[in-house]
């Protein structure tokens, strides 16, 4: 079993819709969790960083994060068909150390 | 401010070659880490430098190894390769500060393909 699940999708939804993209991790370790968007043939864009449990807003993004559950999720709303891209969750321990463990991402469509 | 520099973005090598890939951190940011980006595997850690130290390994075979100068710039080197090592490499540089209370920026990557 992985460290971290995350569904590949593909999520299609129509422009302008509430996105919801989840994570789910198994080491209770984990103390910052973030949120990376990725374009195709890019490298990953972070989005979205919170240490521990609670809700972090950055326009229209909403990160949560469950500790109890372990259980992270990020919501997009008024979606928009730049949006569309792969969104990778990622984890880290509370060490000095800067390892990822990352999520296998879940690619989303928006339409117009 | 410019962020995290990868050389070269696409190369294409043949079996048994090796590769070395060049990572410019961000100014100011002392720990670089590298990652392998497969569409089976997904995003997987190589190793991360920090003041030219390797702190952590992933689980990798020793044919992959990295360096960092005292310029906190940083090379990875890929000996002997396999068509399985065909990925896009990633590199990512932090603060690292001992709090830990910093993020992780990635270049745009290094596309190696092995024919």
């Known amino acids: 079993q992985k460290e971290v699940e995350q569904d590949p999708g593909p999520l299609s939804v129509p422009e302008g819709a509430i996105v919801s993209l989840n994570c789910t991790y198994s080491?209770?370790?984990?103390?910052?969790f973030m949120w990376y968007r990725q374009y195709s043939r890019k490298g990953p864009e972070l989005l979205m960083y919170?240490?521990?449990?609670g809700n972090k807003e950055d326009g229209r993004f909403t990160a949560q994060v469950d500790k109890s559950s372990k259980y992270i999720s990020l919501f997009i709303r008024d979606s928009q068909p730049s949006d569309s891209a792969t969104y990778l969750c990622?984890?880290?321990?509370?060490?000095?150390?800067?390892?990822?463990?990352f999520g296998t991402g879940t690619r989303l469509l928006v339409s117009p | 401010k410019a962020g995290v520099t990868q050389t070269p973005r696409y190369l294409i090598k043949t079996r048994g070659q090796q590769v070395t890939l060049s990572c410019s951190p961000i100014?100011?940011?002392?720990?670089v880490s590298w990652y392998q980006q497969t569409p089976g595997q997904g995003l997987q850690f190589l190793f991360e430098?920090?003041?030219?130290?390797?702190?952590n390994k992933g689980n990798f075979p020793g044919r992959f190894s990295g360096r960092q100068f005292s310029n906190s710039r940083s090379e990875m080197n890929v000996s002997t390769l396999e068509l399985g090592d065909s990925a896009l490499y990633l590199c990512?540089?932090?603060?690292?500060?001992?709090?830990?209370?910093?993020?992780?920026?990635f270049g745009e990557g290094s596309w190696l393909t092995v024919v």
């Open positions: 430098y920090f003041s030219e130290t390797q702190r």
């Open positions: 990622a984890m880290r321990r509370s060490t000095g150390f800067q390892k990822l463990v």
């Open positions: 100014s100011g940011h002392r720990s």
């Open positions: 080491n209770s370790a984990f103390q910052y």
């Open positions: 990512a540089s932090s603060l690292a500060r001992i709090d830990s209370g910093n993020t992780i920026y």
């Open positions: 919170t240490y521990s449990s």
